[in-house]
């Protein structure tokens, strides 16, 4: 049976969940996260709270990575042996400059709530497991002894609650007793007028946490027992959570209120609504989100579960395989919705809001030489600014402790931030040799700043929220570049390439972020009409910058100053292409671009799932549609879990944004002035539609195309001025309104069109062929 495209968005399963990371499914709020196993006889719905860490101030010994006694010639002593000799090993930097790592935390689970069921079925019939994207509800059904039963669950941003409905079609059929289970054990939980109250302290950390659950049955018996709630002979019975800490995000102390008062009003505030207001107002405030973009590949849906669906997956040119590709992409925007909004105070960590351990891969924390911004690549594009939110706020939030860490380390002004940081402002270092240095985070953290500036036009943001970070950062630079004895260049130094081959001066990836960087500072301060001295000193510096992008002995881009670069190496971390994307200083068509095309082929397309994800973000970049949909297809078979989700492996939800992201790129980017259309088109995808994507400047973008070739463009400005838009189609016969049938008066230079459009209308393009 083939679903129209919006009803096929569904994750489906014919069996319960056994295991956490690759079956269960993801609901999520942005600070509230659960998943759903959908077990007949026992449910289990693992949740999460996001601000649940260990480590930080409470911790004894915590310093957030700084030094704890002055180094004051360590970095320079670094700097005089790397002018010295070329290079030095990550073990001797590392012995010079890192320091263990003490309190740096991780995140948290915040335990299970298990539902027993009352005289469950030893074999129920037409039992489904399923994950709607279209509403953001998880549903479980099953039929025994002739009674269909029904599970819903949600996780709805509106009054931050996480709520349940177990129903059945018959009078009196639903008995269950809910309990909470936790590693953590210096709580109480007590279950009191239908309440489950769980509350206690990280012992690492001192930090409070509470849940509340609201059991609330129709018909039938609610029994409190202790520390656990039971309902017998309902018609049907809903349960509300929600919980919180006294985590703030604020320096120095990252403590703000018991949570007791805001989880109570909470679960008071949901449990005086009827479940269909909760739900009703949940998934209109989800559709808000989600239904801007719509994507159809040509696919049609096979009746058959998602894991065989992904087991099947060719790549090739069925249907079938269209149909997950389209529901991949539609996933990531689900994923990022339900894993960071508005009123988060953490942005989207590794495992965006879901952990079901007290000591994650890597703390689940946030990466941040490629991973944490991975995350955040989809936000603008696939319409999702609303996103971005908590990652503004945390950046923001870094620049206090970051100061701290420049003054400090480097004594240098501005702000600073290295490899992997927490919820505490962990700006310092640690000691594992191959990732404890990347000074270069901050700078590449604020290009989301600017580029939401970008997107969005919006002069008050720039203003307000993202210069003084961008302005911090860069200064940070202009007092740490350093004059390269070889040609009298500016460089970083010390240089690393992110986990990958010796120290030196200069690495491609540090100065194309520095220069990025600055460009961005330099800009913004400019349109602002601010800081003439920052101006100034911010020219100069760019003016003798080495830009970092130089082709090496076989044609590659390379990754170092010097050219080491061997073409056996398969590193999963592409870092000297940064400047191909996340950057944009090399252009697709130039000698610099096939430069990293020789490059990428050298690396090959294996890697982790976020370094599959960030070559189909490459390839689309290089206009190389088949290649970047030959990544998708390597992701999808090969780092892609049952429930959809990325692996590394383990889990890493980072691969999921990216391919998000990567996928978008296919169909439009905009990041060098001009708004392209289908830029990157594979020939599997041979008919199809997009609509809703954005580009900068505040245009949102709609395609269709008939084998392989466009045939409308809408965009629609949002605001007044200039715009150029490239396509294929507009090299051959066509014809440009808006929605009243008026003809903006454009140009045209080969396949780009520029007008001047009017905020608030659509233009098409249209194929005119014969
Ligand atoms: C980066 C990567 C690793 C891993 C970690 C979380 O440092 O190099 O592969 O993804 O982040």
Known sequence: MVHPPSESLTLWYDEPATDWETQALPIGNGPLGAMVFGGVATERIQFNEKTLWTGGPGHGGYDSGNWTSPRPDAVAEVRRRIDRDGRVTPDEVAALLGRPKTGFGAYQTFGDLYLDIAGAPRSPTGYRRELSLGEAVARVGYTADGVAHTREYFAGNPGNVIVGRLSADRGGGISFTLRHTSPHQDKTVTASGGRLTIRGRLPDNGMRFEAQVQVIAEGGTRTDAGDRITVTGADSAVFVLSAGTDYADVHPAYRGEDPHAKVTAAVDAAAARSYDELRAAHVADYRELFDRVRLDLGQATPAIPTDRLRASYTGGSSADDRALEALFFAYGRYLLISSSRENDLLPANLQGVWNDSTSPPWSADYHLNINLQMNYWPAEQTNLHETTRPY???????????????????????????????????????????????????????????????????VDYLRETAYPVIKGAAEFWLDLLHTDPRDGRLVVSPSYSPEHGDFSAGASMSQQIVRELLTNALASAKTLGVDEGFQA?????????????????????????????????????????????????????????????VSLTGRGDGGTGWSKAWKI?????????????????????????DNLWDTHPPFQLDGNFGATSGIAEMLVQSQNDVV??????????????????????????????????????????GRTGPIKVRSSVVAGRHRVHDERGHEPGARRDGEVLSWDARAGRTYTIRNAAP
């Not at 076989?554 to 870092?575: C, F, I, M, N």
């Not at 290649?627 to 998708?632: G, K, Q």
């Not at 995808?685 to 400047?697: H, Y």
């Not at 269709?704 to 045939?711: E, L, R, S, V, Y």
Request: aromatic share 10%; net charge negative.
């Open 676 to 717: 392209h259309v289908l830029p990157a088109l594979p020939a599997a995808w041979k008919d199809g539609s997009v609509a809703g994507l954005r580009a900068r400047g505040d245009v949102t973008v709609g395609a269709t195309w008939t084998n392989g070739a466009p045939d409308t463009i809408t965009v629609r400005t």
């Open 392 to 458: 503004d706020r945390y950046i923001t939030a870094l620049v206090a402790p970051g100061r701290r860490t420049a003054r400090e380390m480097f004594g240098a002004r501005g702000w600073v931030v290295h490899n992997e940081t927490n919820p505490f402002g962990f700006t310092g270092v640690h000691d594992w040799a191959t990732a404890f240095w990347f000074p270069e985070a901050a700078a590449w953290t604020t290009q989301h700043l600017y580029d939401t500036y970008r997107f969005t036009g919006d």
């Open 617 to 641: 973000n490459f390839w689309a970049r290089l206009l190389d549609g088949d290649h970047a949909h030959r990544m998708l297809v390597e992701q999808l078979k090969t780092s892609t879990l």
């Open 537 to 597: 000193e911010t020219a100069a510096a760019l003016a003798k910058l080495d830009p970092g992008i130089r082709i090496g002995s076989w044609g590659q881009l390379q990754e170092w100053k010097e050219d080491w670069d061997a073409t056996t190496d398969t590193h999963r971390h592409v870092s000297h292409l940064y400047a191909l994307h996340p950057g944009h200083q090399v252009v697709a068509g130039t000698p610099e671009a096939r430069a990293a095309e």
